[in-house]
């Protein structure tokens, strides 16, 4: 990968970016997308928008949302003490004993997820899942007014950790879903920048929380009205101990971290759209996979799809291990193939373009 596009990835990720809380990573995506296309904006919601080739046709949407999980802030205290609320689909088994910034209105704050020591908890106790309810931040305050002096209700939360390169081409954060999918978008307006035979326009859309209900993704699509919307998400890898076993491989399919995009295949899916998919990788020599998809995916693809009188819609996925934690997990090599797949696909779409079934 190149070294400014790493660059970017790695400022991308460590921006926090709770749904409903994006301003951060927005800013840092406008600041480095501008540079590739006729202009960028946001929108009421809060989704940055990037137009290339406004004039041409077909209207080609992308969408990879650049929320994540977090928690919110709900009480306080007499001690200090901050209980919270999830936003989006949290685990509650990877809670306890975590690290945390809060973000306020004075900045970056750091606190830690309380959690009563092992040696007191009952037999029955250590077996049990922790309640949010019993879970607390602490930021080292004694009193109510003196943590309310930092912290304000609502303020969200997200884990302390950040962007790491492990090995070679993987590398580990939180918030790869999907701020791994937003990445791309930038990516493959690059791409498409230097490309003097683009036919469509491209509206490439960092959307705004997905998690809490591909909200963004319906407003952005109902603004831009596509004719082709794709969404770049991330699925499940089904390549490492325990989700390895048969059963859950026959459950969940093969997804493996570092052999290619990710193309589903279903009724959320144009059949067009992936035919051509398909074909652009194989004429490119791009790697790739294909994940069955036999109902509405979970993904902006599903908004997308429906939007006005309907989008033929395509949804291409990067693979990530241990999805909604902390230390998600991917390929390099698979975020620059999906970049440079989804290029090549809009290269060979213009006005002659026909997706109706």
């Given at each position: ?31 480095r ?10 929108d ?6 990037a ?26 205290d ?51 899942v ?7 931040i ?22 302390a ?5 492990l ?34 326009s ?22 831009i ?67 069955a ?19 033929a ?8 291990r ?21 290029a ?14």
């Amino acid at each position: 990968m190149k070294s400014e596009s790493l660059g970017f990835l790695r400022t991308f990720m460590d921006a926090m970016s709770p749904s409903g809380f994006e301003d951060e990573a927005r800013e840092i995506w406008k600041q480095r997308t501008k540079r590739f296309v006729d202009e960028v904006f946001s929108d009421v919601h809060g989704n940055a928008i990037a137009v290339l080739n406004k004039k041409g046709k077909p209207k080609v949407m992308l969408a990879g949302h650049m929320d994540e999980i977090g928690y919110m802030v709900k009480y306080v205290d007499s001690k200090g003490f901050i209980y919270f609320s999830p936003i989006g689909g949290i685990d509650l088994h990877l809670i306890p004993g975590k690290r945390v910034w809060i973000k306020t209105k004075k900045g970056k704050i750091l606190g830690v997820i309380g959690r009563e020591p092992i040696h007191t908890l009952e037999e029955e106790e250590r077996k049990k899942v922790a309640k949010i309810e019993n879970l607390f931040i602490d930021i080292g305050m004694t009193k109510k007014e003196e943590t309310l002096e930092l912290v304000s209700i609502g303020d969200p939360a997200i884990p302390a950790v950040g962007f790491e390169v492990l090995n070679k081409d993987r590398v580990v954060g939180r918030g790869f879903d999907d701020k791994g999918g937003a990445f791309i978008v930038s990516e493959i307006l690059r791409l498409l920048s230097s490309e003097k035979k683009l036919k469509p326009s491209v509206y490439g859309v960092a959307t705004v929380q997905e998690e809490i209900g591909l909200r963004g993704a319906t407003t952005s699509a109902f603004r831009i009205a596509p004719d082709v919307g794709i969404a770049i998400d991330v699925t499940h890898a089904t390549d490492y101990p325990a989700i390895m076993m048969a059963s859950k491989q026959i459950k969940h399919g093969e997804v493996v971290i570092g052999k290619g995009p990710v193309i589903s295949r279903g009724p959320n899916i144009n059949p067009k759209v992936f035919d051509l998919l398909v074909e652009v990788a194989k004429k490119d020599k791009i790697p790739y996979q294909i994940e069955a998809a036999p109902r509405g995916t979970g993904t902006d693809a599903n908004t997308i799809q429906l939007t006005r009188e309907g989008v033929a819609t395509g949804l291409v996925s990067i693979p990530n291990r241990y999805m909604h934690t902390p230390v998600e997990l991917v390929s390099l090599d698979d975020l620059e193939n999906i970049a440079k797949l989804l290029a090549g696909f809009i290269m060979r779409i213009n006005e002659k373009s026909d997706f109706t079934l």
